[in-house]
């Protein structure tokens, strides 16, 4: 299993979670996408939405004003 990054710092919603789609969709089934959004309300609708699609969200690492986060493909 390999790792992609996406760094979404300072893309708004709902732009962050279209791209999130679109780099998932085109990764290959059980591959780990590390993706980095603004803090705050945007990581909670983000990881929300996320959720709600059915993709395993995971190992929340929280950096000041931006945290990572994990999705399985």
């Known amino acids: 299993m390999g ?3 996406l760094d979404l710092s300072g893309v708004a919603c709902p ?3 279209v791209r999130i789609k679109i780099a998932l ?3 290959p089934a059980g591959t ?3 993706v980095r959004v603004d803090s705050g ?3 909670r609708e983000v990881r929300k939405s996320l959720r709600e ?9 929280e950096n000041g004003d ?7 493909a």
């Open 15 to 17: 732009m962050n979670f």
């Open 32 to 34: 780990y996408l590390r």
């Open 25 to 27: 969709d085109r990764m």
């Open 3 to 5: 790792e992609n990054f």
């Open 41 to 43: 309300p945007t990581l």
């Open 53 to 61: 699609q059915g993709y395993e969200v995971s190992d929340c690492i």
């Open 66 to 72: 931006h945290t990572d986060f994990y999705i399985t």
